[in-house]
């Protein structure tokens, strides 16, 4: 586990900051309403910006069948723009960053970009304690680094800072957006019962 000390001004700047900047958001953006399905499915590693991504995805399914964790699926054929596409779920099924990226090497279309061939650097989306009072190290009920330790870059993407919160708690998961793939294992693993630490797609 890695735990880092910093001071209270720097613990609450990273705290609140993250999710907005590793989003690539800006906080009004962040405050427009947005359908419920933005800010939960998230799309394959490698997948192009969204418009990008919808023209050029012939909704076949093979990155859905590739991928051996089970992790993607389709939207149904609804008559939206994202109709048949491929995403996840961080909370029911994450993405296990498999290294050789199987998702990404069926995709016949480049929709899922061929260019990235290290999933460490993918950009699927970004977590960040956007509800920190479900956070029991946090608000200090108790001691607990569950999304740390789910995270496969840990000690980059996430660690555990000391330093006293707001609600009392002594520690802080805190992500750095420019290394968070959004895979989706924190928030998967977090033992609250919603979890506290979500990621945001980049991408959908
Ligand atoms: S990287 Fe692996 S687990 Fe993640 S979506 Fe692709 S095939 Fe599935
Ligand atoms: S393999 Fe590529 S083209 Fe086919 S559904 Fe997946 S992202 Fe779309
Ligand atoms: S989404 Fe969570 S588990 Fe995945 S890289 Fe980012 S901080 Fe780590």
Request: hydrophobic share 40%; with cysteine.
């Amino acid at each position: 586990m890695v735990i880092r000390q910093i001071s209270r001004r720097r613990f609450l700047q990273t705290g609140l900051c993250g999710l907005a900047a590793g989003a690539g958001l800006s906080l009004p953006l962040m405050l427009e309403p947005l359908p419920a399905r933005a800010l939960t499915h998230i799309r394959p590693p490698g997948a192009l910006d969204a418009h990008a991504f919808d023209a050029a995805c012939i909704r076949c399914g093979l990155c859905v069948e590739a991928c051996p964790y089970d992790t993607l699926r389709l939207f149904d054929f609804d008559g939206s723009t994202q109709g048949g596409t491929p995403y996840f779920i961080a909370r029911e099924v994450p993405c296990e960053m498999c290294p050789d990226i199987p998702c990404l090497q069926a995709c016949p279309t480049g929709a899922l970009d061929p260019g990235l061939d290290e999933i460490n650097d993918a950009t699927m989306g970004v977590a960040a304690l956007s509800h920190p009072g479900l956070c029991n190290s946090y608000v200090g009920n108790s001691f607990c680094d569950r999304c740390v330790r789910a995270c496969p870059l840990q000690g980059q993407a996430i660690t555990l800072v000391i330093g006293p919160t707001p609600m009392g708690g002594l520690f802080t998961p805190v992500v750095d957006p420019d290394v968070c793939t959004g895979c989706g294992k924190c928030e998967h693993d977090c033992i609250a019962p919603s979890a506290a630490i979500r990621v945001v797609p980049r991408h959908v």
